[in-house]
């Protein structure tokens, strides 16, 4: 009878403040890797729900918690990762029952308080006049959870309009209701968006205390010492200037450019500390304001459809009949799903004029398909630009931050394949963040590595492409590519030119990713010209991360 | 010959008629430019509306028509269909996984065809699913003949449920192929852009079994899990007896009860073992009961138990997977679980 009330009173906020505790359980926990995406939860809210509105009629306390708990972990089974796959399950049963009972608890509390105060109905009324929506909502927030930490405004501001909801749907009956949520489904999605954000910046003070109480502890070693000097020495050389350092350049001053991936992790770690300490990590580096639009973006995105903003993707295409580095193996007739390149003109061109002065139909037995060998696997080098540009705001987020999401999109894309993948940073000199692993094995690695790039410097390609050349002349692999992102204008276009002529006559394809109105597009479509892959020009930055599946899914 | 000795006339007649079906037929076919024309479609509004006027009430009733037990895993798969949410529906052969979606599908019926199925394996290719252009039939008849453009699932489920069955099978390629149409509800073929919404209700078989990829993370991002597993003992019995009577409706024959009791046991007893892997499907153990009755009746005699012993070893030897050295072990090895499975269901029976 309790959770009725409760339940009626505010069905979604309950169900977020279940996940929201899921979410925290599963943060702390030491068994879990990944805790799961924004994606899943907003869908498990949605769906717990929904469910429950299948259900019908009056759901008692123990079937709320089994619905709860079952359709809540079928959301986030495949999102959540632990360290062994076998006790996934197990650990999602647990968080569950933890968030349950804590929130059981809130709902017994807060109807205690509630004894005192005036009648449900009235309390509605009360809700329904306000204009704004906000006030009251933020009242009883308020007093529902006095610990939770960090909460902006975006957050009351959802809460005090998903409350005032939740009162609206006890006057409906349940056939109804069915309706009502079909239609508000979208706006309730939005609204839980502010869920992260909150969990985010309670994350982010907490480990900012733990890494300044380390740094402390640290700080009589004398090799950190010099570490910390070096740093500070490399940062504070000013950020446009010629001799700002950028992340790849820093770690490899402690180890060969060529090293092992879990070398480069293990320097840094050591180093992170003081990247924090000068506000080059992430984590402690978050505003509050541009948190809150990043989410909007999401959430305008989402609500939108991601459909509409394809035309600002303009791709051009130099690929020749020659692009793999490969050999033919054998001919035959044409199949659907063959590349229109591999069709061998000479022999095609034979049968077809043979067919039309017998005056007969021509068929895809008469077009003929040269069949190349199977490439497997493709070495991957990727040219990132991290100079001074790269750290203007793009809806309220550092353009490095958006391109730092789209490539650990693309090495997510890349672990199912065989590829191997080097990251190079550029800003004035160019060098390997990490050289050709497989993406498959060390993504894990690749992907704590990038969460720490940060921007700042000039813009030289030519040096980049030198790299790149070095990394990829100890690959033996008869497919390579270098893909090159960049948003602005590169010194030495010239040298540029002859690098990737030189490339080029290794065996490597080049394609160019262009981002904004400021970058040379020119020099670009000439490099990719020359380099015989894809040129691609995206206008906003948030469509890095589909330019690079778009360039990867055109080698497959 | 006979074909032959037609006077010119009738033929004449006939080919003509003969060509104005096939015109028919072919303006039935999506052309090109009718496919770059779609609008988007939002299933998920389409399937919530279904679900409302239908009533759950009778939306369970229909499915209980065909298959049982399933009931509160039929609500989780339409409460995350009702909000977009792609399913995946996870469990052992031949306990209704497919039947299970298909059957929800045709009940919610919000197209026609109600559905679109792909029964994935792993040596798909993208075009596969997403099809693509036929350059011979665009050479000479231009892009825009009904048969230049031959469209694949992902196409021709615009505004459908996909019905994906095995999707474990699927290589990464094709997953890519997939996760585009998913995250873009556009398909790319040749340079074209084809819009497509739909709702994957996607099935498969836990990673013990042979021949499976791993899904791709960003794929397995957008999909729920939905577990079935082996129903509970008088679930189990009164599927097996419902659906086996069924198949033998057509021979007048029925199954003793005493057969379904003893039946059920069996698998109850192998799906707890220890040494067996994957367990009997429910499917297999319905064709045993059927198959042994049907044995009898050709013989025009009363069926007994060593019937039963015969068929379900015939049934089930390919299905169960174990630790066995010798498919001849494994074979001794549920044969000797019959005859527990017999005993216990003599005393469960006698009582």
Known sequence: MMLNEANRLDPISLISDILKLVYEYLQTDTRVIRPGSIRSYEAAVADIFFRLLLEGGEVDEEKFREI?????????????????????????????????NRAMKRIEQKIKEGLGEPENGEKRKGEK??????????????????????????????KGSSLKEGSEMSDLTSDELVDFAGSKMLQELSKQGSYQYSRRSASAQMTGEIIE????????????????????????????????????????????????????????????????????????YTKVSSQ??????????????????????KIMKFVGSDRYPTYVVNMREYKFGDSYSNIDMY?????????????????????????????????????LDVSGSMRELSWGTQKIDIAKDAVSKYVQFLMTTNDRLSLILFNFRADVLWTLHQVKRYWKYMLYMLSYVYAGGGTNLAHALERAREVLSKSRSTAKHVVCVTDGRTVNAQLCIREVTRLRRQGATISTIAIGENSDDDLLMKLSRIGGGLFIKIINIHDLSRALIIDKLHFL | MVGFRKTSDQSRTQTQARDNISDKLLENLPRLSDLLRREPIQVEKLIAEAIRTKGIKNILAELDKVLRGLGDVALDLLSSLAI?????????????????????????????PPYIEVACHSHMTATELTGDIDIAVALQAGLDHPLAFIPGPLVMAHGKILILDEINRLNPYSQAALLQALQEHYVFIRGFRIRSDFIVIATSNPAEYSGVYELSEALADRMK???????????????????????????????????????????????????????????????????????????GREASINDLKVSLIENMVSTVRGNFSSEQEKKDYLLKKFDEALLIAKKMYRK
């Open chain 2, 225 to 299: 899990v939905i577990e079935i597993n082996y129903p509970d003992r008088e679930v189990l019995r009164s599927i097996l007896e419902w659906k086996s009577n069924s198949l033998l409706e057509h021979l007048g024959t029925k199954v003793p009860d005493f057969m379904v009791e003893v039946v059920t046991t069996y698998i109850m007893l192998l799906v707890q073992d220890a040494n067996i892997e994957v367990g009997p499907s429910i499917r297999s153990a319905i064709y045993a009961l059927a198959n042994a009755m049907s044995r009898a009746w050709i013989e």
């Open chain 1, 129 to 158: 006049k306000r204009g704004a929506p906000g006030a009251e909502g933020e009242e009883r927030e308020g007093e529902q959870r006095g610990q939770g930490q960090g909460q902006g405004s975006a957050r009351r501001r959802g």
């Open chain 1, 213 to 284: 109480r380390e740094v402390e502890e640290v700080a009589e070693n004398d090799e950190v010492e010099q570490m910390i000097s070096t740093i500070y020495e490399a940062f504070y050389g000013g950020i446009g200037a010629a001799n700002f350092m950028n992340l790849a350049q820093l770690i490899n001053m402690f180890v060969k450019y060529d090293a092992n991936i879990i070398k480069k992790v293990q320097v840094l770690k050591k180093l992170e500390k003081y990247l924090r300490s000068y506000g080059f990590a992430s984590s402690t």
């Open chain 2, 84 to 112: 977009g949410r792609h399913v995946l529906i996870m469990g052992p052969v031949g306990v209704g996984k497919t039947t299970l979606a298909e059957t929800i599908a045709e009940i919610l019926a919000i197209s026609d």
């Open chain 1, 68 to 100: 709860v708990t079952r359709v809540g972990i079928q959301n986030l089974l495949l999102s959540v990762e632990t360290q062994s796959p076998e006790e996934k399950r197990l650990v999602l049963e647990e968080a569950f029952e933890y968030a349950l």
């Open chain 1, 347 to 383: 022999k095609t061109a034979i049968n077809i004029s043979r067919k039309s002065l017998m005056g007969k139909m021509i068929t895809t037995k008469d077009i003929i398909v040269k069949e190349y060998a199977n490439v497997k696997s493709i070495d991957l080098v990727l040219c």
């Open chain 1, 292 to 313: 809150e639009r990043r989410i909007f973006e999401e959430f305008r995105r989402k609500t939108k459809g991601q459909s509409s903003d394809m035309s600002q993707i």
